[in-house]
């Protein structure tokens, strides 16, 4: 997925930003009392990578597991376009068009990658989601299967064990997953949670490959990944929107270092607090 350019705003012949394709309007999630999503506003335009930000306990997981239907909220509404998702089960969310990743993969160790795309890709029509389908039922959904795993970059490894592929792969692999089930929304859980430089970097250029026509939300806290891919950045803090923006602006934000340095993390990823007095 490459970073989207954006045209100026006003004159004459200038396209129209894009129009939501998620929204959330007064999202609140209550804990016995604790609110760990308070009032969000959320717009994520049609076509945009649109990254959630902030320090440990800034809500941004309760506030994806809102979006996903893996929680339900307190009070406000969940909008896919025109869609209400307010209160919809998971299953129900990602039928109406929203996939995700998780942060820790979940994946059946001996099938193949080509296996795990077939079967997604089978969840979608009437077969449902049953293992014991014939090889002639699944060959059906083979071509879109490989075309998949080739833009994921697991042409190569279609064949092979899931458990004897290395982390990274695991990743790209469950981001096949999320792109067989057609998303109009597709949202990234830490997608570079736990790798390595030579990882990370996989996963941003796949990220930018396949991003094209799609809406991408993603949680993540390396913010050189962010940098790299986000057209527009949320920073949550206490469960409320704290700034919006360009990476570039919000960066630059009082509040925004404020909030970093005090939970002990810089946007920039440079330590805060009293690491970063030593």
Do not use: C
């Not at 100026?8 to 939501?20: D, E, F, K, L, S």
């Amino acid at each position: 997925m490459s970073v989207g350019t954006h045209a100026p705003p006003g004159g004459p012949g200038t396209a129209p930003p894009p129009g939501p394709a998620m929204r959330t309007q007064g999202l609140v999630k209550e804990f016995r009392g604790f609110r760990a999503v308070d009032g969000v506003d959320l717009t994520v335009r049609e076509g945009t990578v649109h990254a959630l930000v902030g320090p440990n306990g800034a809500g941004k997981t309760t506030l994806f597991n809102l979006l996903t239907g893996f929680l339900r909220p307190t009070a406000g509404r969940i909008l896919l376009g025109d869609h209400d998702l307010t209160g919809h089960r998971p299953e129900r969310v990602a039928r109406l068009g929203v996939a995700r990743s998780f942060q820790i993969t979940s994946l059946f160790a001996q099938l193949t990658p080509k296996e795990h795309v077939e079967l997604a890709l089978q969840g979608r029509t009437s077969l449902g989601w049953r293992f014991w389908r014939s090889d002639r039922q699944l060959d059906r959904f083979a071509g879109r299967a490989l075309q998949l795993l080739d833009d994921v970059g697991l042409a190569a490894h279609r064949d092979v064990p899931v458990g004897t592929l290395p982390y990274g792969r695991k990743r790209a692999l469950e981001l096949a997953l999320g792109l067989a089930l057609d998303p109009r929304v597709l949202l990234l859980d830490e997608p570079t949670a736990g790798m390595g430089a030579e990882d990370v970097d996989r996963t941003v250029d796949l990220v930018r490959r396949v991003r094209a026509g799609r809406t991408v939300v993603m949680v993540e806290h390396n913010m050189s990944v962010v940098s790299r891919l986000a057209d527009h950045v949320t920073v949550l803090q206490g469960g409320r929107v704290l700034v919006e923006g360009r990476y570039a602006e919000i960066r630059e934000d009082p509040r925004v270092v404020s909030a970093y340095l005090g939970a002990g993390d810089a946007p920039d990823g440079s330590r805060g607090g009293a690491d970063a007095r030593r």
